[in-house]
Each structure stands twice: as structure tokens, then as C-alpha cells.
């Protein structure tokens, strides 16, 4: 999985209030309900659940529960990716995990944040279902990566390929290839070339 880092991260305007999209969270809670009482000894039904869940699926990925997301159909995770248990995707926005990438236990992924300023973030009149605005921006991860646990991964980010983030890192900024990359806010600690 190749991504250009030319690509657009600005965040956009997200409407989760419409009824397609809360059909959209409705499934894939059901889905992820089914997914996360599955047997770990049973791939077949497994893979076929992911499958119908996700936006696509690498060949031999493997996602431990409990796993849980928004949409699902967002999600696109590489061949050979390994994800820990309780991991969380919040999948406003695209999400791509490039193949052969790990990502340790309890590491959330978000898409979607909210302005800053109160009179930017809650709309003045309850006509909508959801009073907040809402921001969303996609997320890359490059191929032959390694998340730490509990890392957290904000809106907009790219993470280039093979590059490691430590344990317990905010990611806030994108991350080139090839560096080890950790702390609040995550920085480039060194080069892995």
C-alpha cells in the first residue's frame, strides 16, 4: 500500500447526524459486537467478518479483540498487519494501514476532532441530532511499521514506512520514513536508516 504524502489532510466538515451514516455506525457496531465474541481459534469466520466490515483486507492481517470503530467501511489494512487487542478506530475519514505493519495493544486512531473554540463547536439551535461540529481527516500508516502500545494517532497524520512510534506517543504531525519517533507530542527521536 503506496501513499502519496502530497495528499490533502486538511480536516472537513463531517455530518454524523444524517441517517445514512447512523445506519453506517449501526452496522458496524453490530458487526464488531459479532466480531468481538468470535472464537480466536476460528480465522475462517473471522477473515469472512472482517471482510464485511472493513473497507478492505490484506491477505494473512490478523485483528485481535476487543476491536472497535465507527464505520468499518473506512478502514483499509494491508496484508500481514498484526493489531493488538483493544484498539480503536475512529474512522470518520479514511484509515490505511500499509502491509506488514503492527500496531501493539490499545492504540486509537482518530479521524475525526472538533474546533477548538466553543462558538465553533456546538451549533446554536437543536434542529440537527447532534449538536457538535464535527472535523474529520484521513490517516496513513506506511508499510512495515511499528505502533507502540497505547500510541495515539490524530487526524490528518502520515506516518511514513518503516518507521517505529514508541509507546504512549501522541502523534499530532506527520512522521517521515524510516525514524523512531516518540513523546507528547510526538517527535523524530532518530534516524533508522
Known amino acids: 500500500m503506496r501513499h502519496s504524502p502530497m495528499h490533502d489532510d486538511t480536516p472537513k466538515e463531517f455530518d454524523s447526524s444524517t441517517p445514512e451514516r447512523l445506519a453506517q455506525i449501526a452496522r458496524a457496531r453490530a458487526l464488531t459486537l459479532q466480531y468481538n465474541q468470535l472464537p480466536a481459534d476460528d480465522p475462517a469466520a ?11 483486507l490484506g491477505s494473512d492481517a490478523y485483528i485481535d479483540t476487543p476491536f472497535h470503530c465507527d464505520y468499518g467501511k473506512n478502514i483499509h489494512v494491508g496484508a500481514n498487519v498484526y493489531i493488538g487487542l483493544n484498539c480503536t478506530f475512529i474512522d470518520n475519514e479514511s484509515i490505511h494501514i500499509g502491509d506488514n505493519t503492527l500496531i501493539a495493544s490499545a492504540v486509537s486512531i482518530n479521524t475525526a476532532t472538533h474546533p477548538i473554540h ?3 463547536r456546538i451549533y446554536p439551535t437543536p434542529e440537527r441530532s447532534s449538536n457538535y461540529r464535527t ?3 484521513p490517516v496513513h500508516i ?24 514508541a509507546a504512549g506517543s501522541v502523534v499530532t504531525k506527520n512522521i517521515p520514513a524510516n525514524v523512531l519517533a516518540m ?7 532518530r534516524s533508522l536508516d
Open 142 to 165: 506506511g508499510k512495515n511499521c511499528w505502533i507502540g502500545a497505547n500510541a495515539t494517532i490524530l487526524p490528518g497524520v502520515t506516518i511514513g514506512d518503516n518507521t517505529t512510534i
Open 135 to 137: 472535523l474529520a481527516a
Open 118 to 120: 466553543v462558538a465553533e
Open 183 to 189: 513523546g507528547v507530542p510526538c517527535r523524530v527521536a
Open 46 to 56: 473471522r477473515s469472512q467478518l472482517l471482510k464485511q466490515l472493513l473497507g478492505s
